[in-house]
């Protein structure tokens, strides 16, 4: 089943064509990856897949219900997170504050009651566990490497038991002992039932993960298909991946 449907989708910002009709789908289980070059629009089609963006034109539907024109914490509600850059203003706040402000339905409200409740606690408890940052609870977020951040913002995006996971560039910056950690860690949260739509430069991991791999280019999608088949596409290596 298609568990998220994106047709014909269009978004300018000025007189740049950021988004040019890309339509493509993401099967329900799967592992599905986004890449391009830069400006391709693959972080401005994964923006208005999550809400944060309103597309020009088209229609992104998830499990059949259209999703554009929603807020991004409908969009939530209905079970789609994703992954952002810990902001300043949550940086300050310890690792185990930053998983509870991820928790639905009090999100960042939580915080402010007279205690964290036991039931988000022990959750993100698991999930840092899961991620192997629960020693760093009681830390301030801003005291975290680079790669410690990357799995605190893998393990909020599943504070509120999604069905759909948007990762921005999971990879980004970190040392391959560290990306062997998330991908294991990505592989067994699909295996659960989880679906995955990842935007990724690294091509080592998008090859070893996913099940399919969408190409835009220009604003548009080239194609899409298993990983070893996108490989070979002359497309593909005219406008991204033999530029690597």
Avoid: C
């Amino acid at each position: 089943m298609t568990l998220l449907e994106v047709e014909g989708l269009h978004k300018s910002f000025g007189g740049l064509k950021a988004v040019n009709g890309a339509t493509f789908g993401v099967e329900e289980g799967s592992i599905t990856a986004l890449i391009g070059p830069n400006g391709a629009g693959k972080t401005t089609a994964f923006n208005m897949a999550s809400g944060v963006l309103r597309p020009d034109e088209g229609s992104i539907r998830l499990e059949g219900k259209e999703i554009v024109g929603l807020r991004p914490h409908k969009i939530t509600a209905r079970g789609v997170s994703r992954t952002f850059q810990i902001t300043r203003g949550l940086s300050y706040l310890t690792v185990l504050e930053n998983m509870v402000a991820a928790a639905p339905p009090q999100g960042i409200w939580g915080l402010f009651g007279s205690k964290i409740a036991s039931k988000e606690t022990e959750r993100a408890m698991e999930l840092l566990e899961f991620v192997g940052i629960d020693h760093l609870a009681d830390a301030e977020a801003q005291e975290l490497s680079y790669g410690q951040r990357k799995l605190l913002e893998f393990a909020a995006a599943l504070m509120p038991e999604p069905r759909l996971v948007l990762l921005d560039e999971p990879a980004g910056g970190v040392n391959p002992t560290l990306l062997e950690r998330i991908i294991d860690r990505i592989r067994t949260v699909r295996n659960t039932g989880v679906t995955f739509l990842i935007v990724e430069h690294n091509m080592d991991m998008v090859m070893k993960l996913s099940d399919s791999v969408v190409v835009m280019a220009h604003g548009a999608v080239l194609m899409q298909s298993d990983p070893a088949t996108v490989q070979e596409d002359p497309r593909v290596l005219d406008a991204y991946l033999g530029k690597v």
